[in-house]
């Protein structure tokens, strides 16, 4: 990653905008919203004890936590929205600023899933085994979304990234229940996304946290993910045009309505599930995260309440490098050792667990972390300092 003091990052795209065209400052906060969220729902003080609103829900269902994520591919979209302006007549630069941008950013998945290296094994750091390490990750869904989406967009269009959505979607239901074991297709054991990804990449590789190996984030499920970076260009988009006024806000909140109970009526047919990222779920994330975008800019852009602000501007203009960050110091914080255990270990147990239960100090160990976070990307913003891939 190079450093720049101009333009931030992945989710905030480079400042190249036509000049008569105004700041969108409720985007930059439902950035840094999902940002704030991200890291929270990323780092309880313990994964035992987690609260129970940041629990994913176990496989069909929904609960908040699993907004944050399409939320994020959605803001993605939102910042396409403006950069592919410039590229509408720079096919090199295009391609090569998203293949290099999709590249590195998957890269950084890979960094993350192998980091810190090292692991103990009887008291001693041993180096891990880098031929099991996990192939993907949030990182690498989000820059395939990217990468695909902008082409998607580029080269479809409008009408066609619609028709694009359209098949995607319905596409991805059929493909799922013609080729998951009957009578339950969408199980965890006998979906589609399962046997494709087992039939592409060792065992090894594949996240083992549902019991068996399982890839939350996996090649098929990635498609209908693609859906929510759309999303987020078309709401931007229409924002862009439509002005940030009441009338925009009312149009954004009946879309967000209307796809929001589409979402709930398709479960009953096709259950809302985040890891294998279904179709119901698509829709449904979408309208919820359109009705938070509408409530945003009531408050923002209508009421006239910005004082508040801030707070999430500052995770916003750094977003992919806090995130980073959020993941490297933890990791470091549980392979340091303080009177044998972990420093993270040692931090939860004397400075939250000695005078809260276990739900309320994970939660709060979860919200310090993510203020340590805020403090990082306050520095930064404070010395103009944005990190951009």
Not at 249 to 254: E, G, N, Q, T
Not at 298 to 316: D, H, M, P, Q
Not at 352 to 372: E, I, K, P, V
Request: with cysteine.
């Amino acid at each position: 990653m190079n450093k720049l003091y101009t333009a931030p990052t992945l989710g905030r795209e480079p400042i190249l905008r036509p000049t008569n065209l105004q700041r969108y400052l409720s985007l930059d906060v439902l950035r840094g919203l999902t940002i704030a969220l991200m890291i929270v729902v990323n780092t309880p003080g313990s994964w035992e004890t987690i609260y129970p609103p940041f629990r994913h829900a176990a496989w069909h269902g929904f609960t908040v936590t699993d907004l944050v994520f399409p939320t994020f591919l959605f803001v993605v979209g939102n910042a396409l929205s403006f950069s592919m302006r410039k590229f509408e007549q720079q096919e090199s630069e295009f391609l090569n600023k998203i293949f290099k941008r999709t590249a590195l950013i998957f890269l950084l998945g890979l960094f993350l899933n192998a980091f810190p290296f090292v692991t103990r094994t009887n008291g001693e750091l041993t180096l891990i085994d880098f031929s099991s390490v996990r192939l993907l990750g949030v990182l690498q869904r989000i820059a395939i979304c990217y990468g695909i989406g902008a082409l998607v967009i580029h080269y479809f269009k409008a009408r066609g990234a619609l028709i694009f959505s359209a098949l995607a979607l319905l596409g991805y239901w059929a493909i799922l229940y013609f080729f998951g074991d009957q009578p339950d297709p969408y199980s965890l054991e006998g979906n589609a996304v399962l046997k494709l990804d087992l039939l592409l990449m060792p065992a090894k590789n594949i996240y083992q946290g549902y019991g068996i190996p399982f890839e939350p984030e996996g090649i098929l499920s990635t498609l209908p993910a693609v859906v929510n970076v759309i999303a987020g260009y078309f709401a931007g988009r229409f924002i862009q045009q439509a002005g940030n006024n009441i009338n925009t806000v009312i149009r954004l909140a009946l879309a967000g309505v209307l796809l929001t109970i589409v979402g709930l009526v398709w479960d009953v047919f096709f259950p809302i599930n985040k890891p294998i990222w279904t179709s119901s779920y698509v829709v449904y994330t979408v309208g919820l995260g359109l009705l938070i975008l509408a409530a945003i800019m009531l408050l923002i852009e209508v009421a006239g309440f910005k004082k508040w602000t801030y707070f999430f501007e500052a995770f916003g203009k750094n977003p992919l490098f806090i995130y980073v960050m959020a993941g490297v110091v933890i990791e470091a914080l549980g392979l340091i050792q303080v009177n044998g255990v972990s420093l993270k270990g040692w931090l939860y147990r004397n400075l939250f667990t000695s005078w809260l239960d276990g739900q309320n100090a994970s939660l709060l160990f979860a919200f310090s972390y993510m203020l340590l976070m805020w403090l990082l990307a306050y520095l930064m913003d404070k010395k103009k300092i944005y990190i951009k891939v």
